[in-house]
Nanobody
Framework: VQLQASGGGMVQAGGSLRLSCAAS????????IGWFRQVPGKEREGVSW????????YYASSVKGRFTISRDNAKSTVYLHMDSLKPDDAAVYYC?????????????????????WGQGTQVTVSS
């Protein structure tokens, strides 16, 4: 599966962005998707995850209540809607995919469990 992340940009604190992760080359209904982010000098951090069925969703405590993950399997796309953005949210955001079975509730949450990665999209939040 190939992943293409997009939607990043520059926004003021308190603003919103919607990231998209478009998948190709496979049936997305077999894949759990995770969003991770990384800033220079720091480890990659998990942000949000969604099962292949779309019925299970996890959020890191730092984004819970502000970010919403969703998926549109007909469009082979997973979204991360980010509200109330803070300067600490600034990072390169990556989407990743793992085959977890057809429409299951399984959600791997560790980065090294994901074999497929998109190229990343930059999010900048000004204070």
């Amino acid at each position: 599966v190939q992943l293409q992340a997009s939607g990043g940009g520059m926004v003021q604190a308190g603003g919103s962005l919607r990231l998209s992760c478009a998948a190709s080359g496979a049936n997305l209904q077999y894949y759990a998707i995770g969003w991770f982010r990384q800033v220079p000098g720091k480890e990659r951090e998990g942000v949000s995850w969604i099962s292949s069925s779309g019925t299970s969703k996890y959020y890191a405590s730092s984004v819970k209540g502000r970010f919403t993950i969703s998926r549109d399997n007909a469009k082979s796309t997973v979204y991360l809607h980010m509200d109330s953005l803070k300067p600490d949210d600034a990072a390169v955001y990556y989407c990743a995919a793992r085959n977890s079975g057809y429409r299951t509730i399984v959600i791997p949450t560790v980065a090294n469990q994901y074999p497929f990665w998109g190229q990343g999209t930059q999010v900048t939040v000004s204070s």
